[in-house]
């Protein structure tokens, strides 16, 4: 029994996990930040933290796990229980034990439960799709002290002279100022065009990172103990369709390019997963890749459930009319 995928799971949906006779996982809601050595901006998250005082079964992980795996509650705490004593062993041997997506327990030398989180994963379910990127600095004041240094590298010194009956050298004097002041405002010019240039070019980085992760991005009903079962019209000739039997479709994403999912086709088709193919485009123009496909809605639910326990948290049903 994998304990730890049940437990991430209900972090989703709820603040505190208990896992009887070992500890609980809590969870506490932290506001976006930025970190103003490496310039870096993160969303608002769920921050993970463990008590090993709470101890006492709430009931919550025993019956979602019981009704996952079909078991009794009777059956399923005694499996939990033996987990959880196996884990309290390899604690008092000294190993540390790596729960993933969740973190690092250890033993200190007081004999005390630490806990390190893992950050991979965010838990806050409304700042879903929003990662942490890295802020180019603005150097306004850097450019400004570097026109100052080149303006005091160009210094003009107009001396007194007299001037001289049918001379022209005072207009040349007024020329040289003109020549000067027109240098200054180029340099000055080509500096502000730099910085525009500079701008520009984040704002181009920024928008291929974003457009790379949307590429990549599968969609999902994030309630873990939901099977919800979607039911939507024909697809019109709008959106392309090539699956052609079944009306129950399990969706394992959907892609904004279509080469990327050709290669999950592939994939899941390498892992055993035959009928895996290519369901067609939806509304918003993105390639959606199924698992397998049904006619019987019962056949359609079962499936899922064994897919979204063994494979893929993320996998959801899509039913036509």
Request: proline letters at 4%; glycine letters at 4%.
């Amino acid at each position: 029994m994998v304990v730890e995928h049940y437990i991430t799971e209900l972090l989703y949906r709820y603040n505190c996990v208990v896992i009887p006779n070992f500890g609980a996982f809590l969870t506490q809601r932290t506001p976006a930040r930025i970190n103003d050595i490496t310039n870096t901006f993160y969303a608002p998250a769920k921050l993970i933290s463990f008590n090993e005082q709470l101890t006492s079964n709430d009931g919550l992980l025993v019956s979602h796990i019981a009704e996952a795996e079909k078991a009794s509650f009777e059956t399923t705490l005694s499996k939990i229980e033996e987990v959880a004593k196996d884990w309290k062993r390899q604690l008092a041997d000294g190993e540390k034990i790596s729960l993933p997506n969740i973190g690092l327990l250890w033993t200190n030398g007081e004999g005390r439960i630490q806990f390190q989180p893992y950050y991979e994963v965010n838990y806050l379910t409304s700042s879903f799709g929003l990662s942490s990127f890295k802020a180019i600095p603005v150097t306004r004041e850097v450019l400004k002290e570097e026109v100052v240094e080149m303006e005091e590298q160009i210094p003009f010194i107009i001396s007194p002279e007299k001037r001289e009956q049918g001379s022209f050298r005072p207009y040349l004097k007024y020329a040289a100022i003109f020549l000067v002041a027109l240098s200054t405002s180029l340099t000055g010019y080509r500096f502000y065009n730099d910085r525009i240039q500079a701008d520009q070019i984040v704002r181009q980085e920024a928008q291929k990172e974003v457009t790379r992760q949307i590429q990549e991005a599968t969609f999902f009903d994030t309630d873990p103990l939901e099977l919800p079962t979607v039911t939507i019209d024909a697809i019109s000739s709008a959106k392309t369709k090539t699956a052609t039997a079944g009306k129950h479709h399990i969706v394992a994403g959907a892609f904004r390019i279509k080469e990327n999912a050709d290669r999950k086709i592939k994939a899941l088709q390498n892992k055993g997963y035959k009928n895996a193919s290519y369901y067609g485009t939806n509304a918003y123009g993105l390639h959606v890749v199924t698992y397998d496909r049904f006619n019987d809605p019962k056949e359609a639910l079962t499936a899922l459930k064994e897919i979204k326990r063994t494979q893929s948290a993320d996998a959801w049903l899509l039913s036509e009319k």
